[in-house]
């Protein structure tokens, strides 16, 4: 490319979608240490003011509802015992400022005999970015327990 300017408005735009790539990639997996540790102020700010957070175990409207599900009774007994929620590398597929992530997810949780795979889950995070910021708009997950809804949610992100 002969083109200076073209090249440098080339070369900016690559950088764009590195950085916003790195930052959905930071947001996601803020999400498992965050969610471990108990941290549900940490956990909100994740999600927009009205995300929602669409799960097998229930569904939770609002920045509100979501932080107060990690200080649930059910949520503090299952880290108070010792867990871990791992992300999987992320599907990253950015839309101007909207994106779409397809991951797996897996629970792992401490029992009598050590740690074990509690759950493993595909994920759809539909994310949004607010002024300078990407947040949750959605994220819907499904235990990969063979029901045809994680398969299809998995396809949707990789189509």
Request: proline share 2%; glycine share 10%.
């Amino acid at each position: 490319m002969s083109d200076p300017v073209a090249l440098v408005e080339k070369l900016a735009n690559r950088v764009a979608i590195l950085e916003d790539t790195l930052a959905i990639q930071q947001l996601i997996t803020t999400y498992g240490p965050a969610v471990d540790s108990g941290s549900a102020e940490a956990v909100g700010a994740l999600w927009t003011e009205d995300g929602v957070y669409r799960g097998d175990f229930g569904e939770y409207n609002g920045r509100d509802e979501i932080t107060a599900m990690v200080r649930s009774d059910a949520h503090q007994t299952l880290i108070n015992g010792g867990c871990g929620h791992l992300m999987d590398p992320l599907n990253i597929r950015i839309d101007g400022d909207t994106a779409v992530v397809t991951c797996h997810s897996q629970l792992i949780v401490n029992g009598s005999k050590g740690f074990r795979v509690a759950r493993v889950t595909a994920n759809r995070w539909e994310l949004v970015r607010q002024g300078s910021r990407w947040q949750v708009r959605l994220r819907v997950a499904r235990a990969l327990d063979g029901d045809a809804d994680a398969r299809e949610l998995l396809a949707a992100g990789v189509s």
